[in-house]
């Protein structure tokens, strides 16, 4: 079946570390997007991906990278620049890069600063 | 930018009684609209979505929205709650005519009492 994968489910960063949260989709989908999701705020949109090497900024990039080298794989950098990275991140895609069709999402990357 | 406001962050009701979550968006525009519902530590699934067709939009596990422009209004409801409907809910829009991204609310948390 196709879907999104997110891998880890949950991950554990220690102060000052740089760590990668994987997205990986076989939908065929042209677009993938990172949120982040805090309680009570909703989903909040960090990067978005349209094509391959490409990529735009969303509501709150700073302290986090992506690269999109495969249209497959979306991955998240959450860097040490971050200052509150403690949250649930998922993943999403659409097909065609138009999100009327809605979004596909993973089941999310818990991580926790330790 | 688009907006949708989602009132109320904890809705309870009694099993059996009718859910209402309230939705409204910010658009002079009439835009794409859905509705998620999201489980603990899990992603968001597509419940339903509003495209410019029918107003009284069905969607899964008995719930159905419907759009009034004149209100601004995309209210979810289900008839007669059951305690697997207890979950978290977000509203989302994007832009009318297509767009490439959703802006989500804040959630309302579904709490069904027996």
């Known amino acids: 079946d196709g879907g999104i994968t997110q891998s880890p489910k949950y991950l554990f960063r220690k102060e000052g570390q740089n760590v990668t949260l994987s997205c990986e989709q076989n939908?065929?989908?042209?677009?993938m997007y990172w949120y982040r999701q805090d309680p009570g705020q909703g989903l909040r949109l960090i990067y978005y991906s349209q094509i391959v090497n490409d990529f735009q900024k969303g509501d709150i990039a700073e302290g986090y990278s992506v690269s999109r080298e495969k249209k497959e794989s979306f991955p998240l950098t959450v860097t040490s620049a971050q200052k509150n990275p403690t949250a649930f991140y998922l993943c999403a895609s659409t097909q065609n890069g138009q999100a009327n069709y809605g979004y596909t999402f993973g089941s999310g990357t818990r991580l926790t600063v330790v | 930018a688009q907006s949708v406001t989602q009132l109320g962050s904890h809705v309870s009701v009694s099993e059996g009684a009718l859910v209402l979550l309230r939705c409204n968006y910010s658009?002079?525009?009439?835009?794409?609209l859905f509705w998620y519902v999201q489980y603990p530590n899990q992603g968001l699934q597509l419940l339903l979505k509003?495209?410019?067709?029918?107003?009284l939009v069905k969607g899964i596990n008995g719930f159905e929205a419907e759009f009034k422009k004149s209100e601004t209004s995309f209210h979810l409801t289900k008839p007669s709650a059951h305690m697997s409907d207890a979950a978290e809910y977000f509203c989302?829009?994007?832009?009318?005519?297509?767009?490439?991204?959703?802006?989500f609310g804040t959630g309302t948390q579904l709490k069904v009492e027996l």
């Open positions: 939908l065929n989908h042209d677009a």
């Open positions: 509003y495209t410019s067709a029918a107003t």
């Open positions: 658009s002079s525009v009439p835009p794409y």
């Open positions: 989302a829009v994007s832009e009318a005519g297509g767009g490439n991204k959703l802006t």
